[in-house]
Structures are given as C-alpha cells and as structure tokens.
C-alpha cells in the first residue's frame, strides 16, 4: 500500500450534512490513481473484490458494513457467488468527498488481511 493509502486507512470520517463542496476533478484524481482497482463511475468510485468462494465473499460483505457503520459511511453494494462490488458517494453533497476515499482505503486494507 502506498503512504497515501495508509494515511487515509488511518483516518476517520468526518460527519457530512451537506453544504460543504465536493473533492475537485484535480484531488479526486489524484487520490484515486493512489487506490488499486477502484474506478470512478458515474460520479461514485467503484471496485469489485473476487473471492474463493461464497463464504469469504460473505464475510467480506459483514466486515464491509461493519466498517461503514465505525465510520457512519455507508457504500452501496452488491454481491454475487465470489464476487463484492462497493461504491462510494457522498449522498450528502452529490459528489465525492474524502470520507469516500477513507472508506476505500480502509476496505483495501481489509481486503489484503
């Protein structure tokens, strides 16, 4: 992992109610070419974990909310067979925020125990 990716896996989210702006086009760049495998998609960033098999893609999925909830940041995802996608927004500003880039981070880093 990067030093940029354990700085931000180090972090926690700070509570977003809105009326604060949006990462710019130049930081979410910047902060994306530091996470392995995440995408930006329409305005989220977006990665899909591979698993083994059901069972590991499960308790993926559980530590995955179980993060979200320590950190009051909640990814929208979907999951099959072996398979987890995640895919962060900050609902609160329609655009992406640090906390988004936290998270992923923090799931990368879960990802690689």
């Known amino acids: 992992m990067t030093k940029v990716v354990e700085e931000l896996a180090s972090k926690k989210c700070k509570a977003c109610e809105g009326g604060v702006a949006s990462l710019t086009e130049a930081e979410i760049h910047n902060l994306l070419k530091q996470l392995d495998g995440w995408e930006r998609v329409d305005g989220r960033i977006a990665k899909t974990y591979t698993f083994k098999d059901y069972y590991q893609t499960m308790a993926f999925l559980n530590a995955t909310a179980w993060v979200s909830h320590r ?34 981070a923090k799931l990368d880093k879960l990802f690689d125990l």
Not at 78 to 104: K, M, P
């Open 71 to 104: 950190e009051d940041h909640h990814p929208d995802i979907s999951v099959g067979y072996n398979q987890c996608r995640v895919a962060y927004v900050t609902h609160a500003i329609n655009g992406l925020s640090e906390n988004d880039f936290i998270c992923a």
